[in-house]
């Protein structure tokens, strides 16, 4: 260890080559947190139905998600997917499906427990004014749902971003596959890997900071 020879060179030299990584790995990122939001929330009401029929496969999907390892779930949906459908999935659709249906899963929660947070007689003063189900939700409960699980989701895209790396298996070109093709070709794992890991630190430790802070304002409101 102490005989190695750093040549930290190599990150400026090949920075362009890192950081059309990075822009893929932020694209990934956002991508699949909107189509998770948007899965999350249709779970969520399925959790919450009435009918049994959309209940219990929104249970059972969820349970599923929240309970198998995400690169299992990425290498299914990369290999097992296109047999079982017969049809053709790019390595980055394979990542942008599976990383949506597993933050959904959990974002569903953060959805269903904020719904549940709201006070019931909020409810019932709805029906009292005589809205309807869809309108109550709509205009009363929703708007105090959201203000309660934004600084969740928000922790929810930091673990996105983290899980973005995963990619890498199926081969997506994000930062941490362009950090493996390019150490293979230098031989220069220890200074590439730690110039992501530090890239990966930089994104993510100011949001959960932020998030921290929102979460104390929010709690001394």
């Known amino acids: 260890m102490f005989a190695y020879q750093f040549r930290w060179d190599v990150i400026p030299a090949n920075i362009d080559f890192l950081l059309a990584g990075l822009q893929l790995t932020l694209l990934i990122s956002a991508t ?16 919450m139905s009435r009918f ?22 990425l290498l299914w949906v990369y290999y097992v997917l296109p047999i079982v459908f017969h049809v053709q999935i790019t390595a980055f659709t394979a990542v942008l499906i599976g990383l949506s249906l597993y933050m959904a899963a959990f974002i569903s929660e ?10 019931k007689g909020h409810r019932e003063a709805a029906q009292v004014l005589g809205l309807s189900p869809l309108q109550a939700m709509r205009r009363i409960v929703l708007p105090q749902a959201i203000r309660l699980t934004l600084p969740p989701l928000a922790s929810n895209f930091v673990q996105l971003i983290k899980f973005s790396s995963l990619g890498a298996v199926i081969s997506v070109s994000e930062i941490t596959r362009k950090g493996m093709e390019l150490a293979s070709s230098t031989f220069r794992p220890l200074e590439i890997f730690t110039f992501i890991a530090v890239v990966y630190f930089f994104i993510c430790w100011p949001l959960a900071m932020a998030i921290r802070l929102w979460e104390r304002r929010l709690a001394s409101r």
């Open 52 to 73: 049994w029929f959309l209940r219990w496969p929104g249970l059972a999907i969820g349970e599923v998600i929240r309970n198998t390892p995400i690169l299992v779930q």
């Open 32 to 47: 699949a947190l909107v189509c998770a939001m948007i899965g999350g929330l249709l779970l969520a009401v399925m959790d």
């Open 110 to 119: 953060v959805y269903r427990a904020g719904i549940q947070a709201v006070p």
